[in-house]
Each structure stands twice: as structure tokens, then as C-alpha cells.
């Protein structure tokens, strides 16, 4: 099962977990994500050691996508 | 990593976005300043001996202030890598506290090999490996050792969440770099620039050998 995180105060939270072969689980993690990044979190998946990408849509092909806060200067 | 461009740049508009030029100048910068504020201390020192060699105490003072300029700035430098400010723990979250850092400790470890693993187990720092150089990832700041492993780079940068695990800081901050590493170094803010030696010193024990690592793998190329 691919998984959506989110980095929060508990380590990590499992928002959704979804099947590529199941549309409806999908769709409910579609949800999760856009609400999500309406909250301001930015969706991160990781592409291999030393790499990631940001994503705006949620890429139900990903094993494992990971909402993080922004970053700022301190 | 991948030329994908932080949504966070954005809030810093007004900056030109970090290159390698750039880093080579803003290098070259902080040598200028440092330059500036130790050579007259230390020609102070040299003429006041020259014109009265009684006045050798005040020309101590001097060499000690050319000395310790370097040494404050490498120490701001130095703590972007500690923790930030503790806020007071409400009653009863310590074990929750716990519970929320071993969770994120299985995150990040997830998101790097064996190696950089077990050095954020004994430092807290994770190293990575970037276009521009080797970064040591902290919960608030990172280090850029540059390729040859003799200058540093230290940036204060964090995530906006006060509440999160130690860990997670790191990650956010891991996962930002890997998201794009230029403009990582442009969101964040560059406290010092200098040799690695000066930030070394400056560094608490625990953490030295992350940055002898970086350096060794800077200087590997």
C-alpha cells in the first residue's frame, strides 16, 4: 500500500493509504491531499537517496508521498 | 537532486537565486570583511609597539581583538547547527515527546542510507551530497563544506513548526535541500563564511566529526 504522511508534532501522521488498483482508495487520497496542501503543507515525494520532488497532484503510481511545513530563514 | 524550484523562494523574492558564482563571491566577501575588521587591530598592535615599546600590552589587546573578531563571527556560524530555543513542555508531553522523536528518527532514517544514518545517530547531523558541496543537515541550520573541504558555509534556515520532533526539523529541512539545492541556499540565511578549522573549534564535541566527514568527502570530490 503507498502511504500519505504528514511530519507533525507526532513524528508522522498516516493521512491516507491507497492501491493503484483501487480507484476509490485513490480518490480518497486525492482528498486528503488537496486538503492538505490547502492547509499550506507542501507534498514531497522522494526519488532515491539525494533526490525529491515536489508534487501539486497526488501521483498514484508513488510508494510513499510526504507533506512537509515551509522552510524559512532564521 | 532536481531542478525543481522551492515554493518557499517566493517569500524571498528579492534575492538572486545561489549559484556557484555566487557562493564564490559571497565567499570571497566574507574574506574581505574578515580582512577588514583584523588587519588594522593587527597593525595597531605592530605600530604601537614600534612607537613605544611600553605600549606593548595595548598592542596585546589589539592582536587579542584581531583574534577574537574571526572567532565570534565562526561561533554564530557554528550555532546554526544547535537547537533552537527549548519552549517549556506542557505537563505530561515528555513521554510524548519521546514517543513523536523515536517515530520521526524511523522517518528520517528512512530517507537516508546506512552511513549518514548512523552519523546523525552519533552528531545529529546528516550529511548530503549536493552540486554545490557536502551540507551537514541540523534541526536548525545547515553547513556547506565546498568542494576541497576548506571553506564552510553555515545557513540558519528551519521549518516554520515550533512543535515538531527534533527529526522532523531535520527532515523538512533534508527533504527541502533534495527538493532543490540553490534554492535551499537562497531561503536560507548565511551567518558565516569561512575556514573549516575556525567553525570546527567552534562546533560542540559531538558534532566535529560530522564535519570531518563532510570534509573528507568534500575533499573526495
Known amino acids: 500500500m503507498a502511504r500519505l504522511i504528514r511530519m507533525d508534532r507526532t513524528g508522522h501522521t498516516t493521512l491516507a493509504e491507497w492501491s493503484a488498483a483501487d480507484e476509490s482508495s485513490i480518490a480518497a487520497a486525492a482528498a486528503a491531499f488537496r486538503e492538505q496542501l490547502d492547509l499550506g503543507y507542501y507534498a514531497v515525494v522522494t526519488q532515491g537517496e539525494g533526490r525529491a520532488e515536489q508534487v501539486r497532484e497526488l501521483p498514484p503510481d508513488a510508494e510513499l508521498v510526504i507533506l512537509r511545513r515551509p522552510i524559512a530563514g532564521g | ?221
Open chain 2, 1 to 221: 537532486m532536481t531542478a525543481g524550484t522551492l515554493p518557499e523562494i517566493a517569500a524571498v523574492a528579492w534575492r538572486r537565486r545561489v549559484d556557484e558564482r555566487a557562493l564564490r563571491a559571497r565567499g570571497r566577501l566574507w574574506t574581505l570583511s574578515t580582512g577588514a575588521h583584523t588587519v588594522p587591530f593587527v597593525a595597531i598592535a605592530g605600530v604601537l609597539v614600534g612607537i613605544e615599546p611600553l605600549l606593548a600590552p595595548v598592542s596585546a589587546l589589539a592582536l587579542v581583538h584581531a583574534w577574537a573578531i574571526p572567532e565570534l563571527y565562526a561561533k554564530r556560524g557554528a550555532n546554526v547547527l544547535g537547537p533552537p530555543r527549548p519552549r517549556a513542555p506542557a505537563a505530561g508531553s515528555a513521554a510524548a515527546a519521546t514517543r513523536a522523536q523515536a517515530t520521526a528518527l524511523g522517518l528520517l532514517g528512512d530517507l537516508v542510507g546506512h552511513a549518514a544514518r548512523e552519523l546523525h545517530a552519533h552528531t545529529g547531523l546528516v550529511p548530503e551530497r549536493g552540486a554545490l558541496g557536502v551540507w551537514l543537515v541540523g534541526e536548525a541550520g545547515a553547513l556547506l563544506v565546498r568542494p576541497g573541504g576548506r571553506r564552510v558555509h553555515c545557513w540558519c534556515v528551519r521549518a516554520d513548526d515550533p512543535s515538531l520532533p527534533p527529526a522532523d526539523r531535520t527532515a523538512h529541512l533534508l527533504l527541502a535541500l533534495r527538493e532543490d539545492e540553490p534554492g535551499f541556499a537562497t531561503v536560507a540565511n548565511l551567518a558565516f563564511s569561512g575556514a573549516r578549522w575556525r567553525v570546527r573549534r567552534r562546533l560542540p564535541p559531538r558534532m566535529r566529526p560530522a564535519l570531518d566527514a563532510a570534509g573528507q568527502m568534500a575533499r573526495r570530490g
